[in-house]
């Protein structure tokens, strides 16, 4: 198998990527990436020596781009991450949203769909979040019949490529697989993001920003089970179905900021109580989702997938790989957002 991997170099992406790598010596795993501000090489540091590792600076939204790297090397098969990630970016410019996220989509799917002309035995494996299944109450999970009902810019472009993947299913027979995961932590994410951003906050004795009254409430995973469940429905998941991955793992926001907070206020010799001191309570974010919390029953059923670390092993895990890797944060936090946007889309 020659397998492309879109936003290979971004935080999911790099440790599926791994994965596969290491798991299948016999595969060649071809990370296509445009390097946004939110991709990094360095995420993928321990893989330059892989015989069967390449990688390829790739625009999923540039139809010669992605046509060179699906003939040269001969792809037969897909999995899509590539995407902009960011909520709050959404809110502050939801171009770039609909470019890489709905156009780039259906750019690599008609694109797959002319070069592999007879569809079977390739699979198209486009990878979603459960944020298109909206805002939950205090009750109630999302399963893989719940109705899209997304409400940010960000969920209404994954939604959006959600439909045109489904729609490639119908119309033209692409043999495509589709997941929807609840929120992922561990290493290599963006600083942009509650955890890391709560974790660098906390080390440098930055205010700690929470929105609202911070009881939102979040499903974490693990993101190398999330990598875990993308191999195994790849491999095993029936084609032309979707499934939902989650951590069976609901924290509030303000909770887990509090957990993060004595986790290190341990680790860093801090009195108990110290690094919490921090919080700040903000300005709350526009049409803010209140609950997300996913039901994986049918993925646990039908391959046997679980979630496999606690979140206390995983956040202390977490916690440490920031310490030890401050030189990263340095490095992918030096390119502005706004450079990236201006250079790209002009001024807003
Ligand atoms: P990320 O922002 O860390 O990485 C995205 C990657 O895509 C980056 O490497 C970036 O350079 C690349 N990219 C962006 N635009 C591109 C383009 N036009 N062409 C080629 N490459 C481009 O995102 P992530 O958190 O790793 O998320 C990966 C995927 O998983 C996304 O599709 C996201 O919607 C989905 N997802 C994320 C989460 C989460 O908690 N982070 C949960 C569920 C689903
Ligand atoms: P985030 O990591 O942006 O993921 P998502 O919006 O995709 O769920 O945010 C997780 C939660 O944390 C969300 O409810 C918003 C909240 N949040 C804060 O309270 N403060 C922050 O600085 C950030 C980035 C997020």
Known sequence: MNILVTGGAGFIGSHLVRLLVNKYPNYRIVTFDSLTYAGNLANLNDLKNAPNHVFVKGDIVSRDDVRNALKHYEITDIIHLAAESHVDRSIEGPMPFVTTNVLGTVNLMEEAKNYWKELSGHTFYHVSTDEVFGSLGKEGFFTEETAYDPRSPYSASKAASDHFVSAYFHTYGLQIKRSNCSNNYGSHHHPE?????????????????????????????????????????????????????????????????????????????????????????????????????????????????KPSLTFEEGLRKTVKWYLDNQAWVTEVTSGSYRDYYKKMYGEN
């Open 193 to 305: 993001k509650l955890i890391p951003l709560m974790i660098n906050n906390i080390l440098n004795r930055k205010p700690l920003p929470v929105y609202g009254e911070g009881v939102n409430v979040r499903d974490w995973l693990w993101v190398e089970d999330h990598a875990q469940a993308i191999d195994r429905i790849f491999h095993e998941g029936k084609v032309g179905c979707n499934y939902n991955i989650g951590g069976w793992n609901e924290w509030r926001n303000i909770d887990l900021v509090q957990e993060l907070c004595s986790i290190m206020d341990e680790l860093l010799d801090r009195k108990p109580g110290e690094s919490a001191q921090l919080i700040t309570y903000v300005k709350d974010r526009a049409g803010h989702d209140h609950r997300y919390a996913i039901d994986a029953t049918k993925l646990h059923n039908e391959l046997g997938w």
